[in-house]
Nanobody, 112 residues
C-alpha cells in the first residue's frame, strides 16, 4: 500500500527528497507520517501531516526537514536539507490511525 523512495548516499550539508506513493486514495487518511530507524536505535517519528495540511516536525529535524502531501496524486514527500550524519537511517512512510501501516523503507546515508 505504501512505497517510499528517494533515499541514497549524500554528503553532510546536502539535500534529498523522499517520496511515498500510496496505492489507494489518501484523501480520507487523516494522518500520514515519516519515521526513521537508525542502526541500533528504535524507530522514531520524524514528521507528520494531517489531511488538511497541518504539519508537525520532530525537534532534531525542525528547520531542516519539510513534510508535504498531494492528496490528488496519493503522494507524500519529505524534503530533507542540511543533512547531518546523524540523519543516517532507514526512512519509512506510514498511515497513522488506531494502528500504524508501514511501507518498506528507503535508506538514507549521510557521509561526513
Amino acid at each position: 500500500q505504501l512505497q517510499a523512495s528517494g533515499g541514497g548516499l549524500v554528503q553532510a550539508g546536502g539535500s534529498l527528497r523522499l517520496s511515498c506513493a500510496a496505492s489507494g486514495n489518501i484523501v480520507r487518511v487523516n494522518i500520514m507520517a515519516w519515521y526513521r530507524q537508525a542502526p541500533g536505535k528504535e524507530r522514531e517519528l520524524v514528521a507528520s501531516i494531517l489531511s488538511g495540511g497541518s504539519t508537525n516536525v520532530a525537534g532534531p529535524v525542525k528547520g531542516r526537514f519539510t513534510i508535504s502531501r498531494d492528496n490528488a496524486k496519493n503522494m507524500m514527500y519529505l524534503q530533507m536539507n542540511s543533512l547531518k550524519p546523524e540523519d543516517t537511517a532507514v526512512y519509512y512512510c506510514a498511515f497513522v490511525g488506531p494502528s500504524i501501516t508501514w511501507g518498506p523503507g528507503t535508506l538514507v546515508t549521510v557521509s561526513s
